[in-house]
Nanobody
Framework: QVQLVESGGGLVQPGGSLRLSCVAS????????MGWYRQAPGKQREKVAL???????NYADSVKGRFTISRDNAKNTVYLQMNSLKPEDTAVYYC?????????WGQGTQVTVSS
């Protein structure tokens, strides 16, 4: 069982920045595929960014060039740096870990982009 705890959400003006953090339990963090997903009201959950155990990253087209996913294996933590935020980035952001065929989710953190 992997437990995930997100933090860092909040209210930000358009064009602003936020950094989300997700701390994972377990001693095999460096083997987890970590990801960030988001779900806006009335919409399906969508992938935002993934980072694989070797450091390879993958982004949704809508966030390329604005968001950066990174991981610190020593701290069991994955980050999502979000710059140039837009109102359409407003959503609940969820951390995900994929390990040994199992997918684990955090409780989510709200990000609201509004003036």
């Amino acid at each position: 069982q992997v437990q995930l705890v997100e933090s860092g959400g909040g209210l930000v003006q358009p064009g602003g920045s936020l950094r989300l953090s997700c701390v994972a339990s377990g001693s095999s963090f460096n083997s987890y595929v970590m990801g960030w997903y988001r779900q806006a009201p009335g919409k399906q959950r969508e992938k935002v960014a993934l980072i694989f155990k070797g450091g390879t990253t993958n982004y949704a087209d809508s966030v390329k060039g604005r968001f950066t996913i990174s991981r610190d294996n020593a701290k069991n933590t994955v980050y999502l740096q979000m710059n140039s935020l837009k109102p359409e980035d407003t959503a609940v952001y969820y951390c995900n870990a994929f390990f040994l065929g199992q997918s684990y989710w955090g409780q989510g953190t709200q990000v609201t982009v509004s003036s």
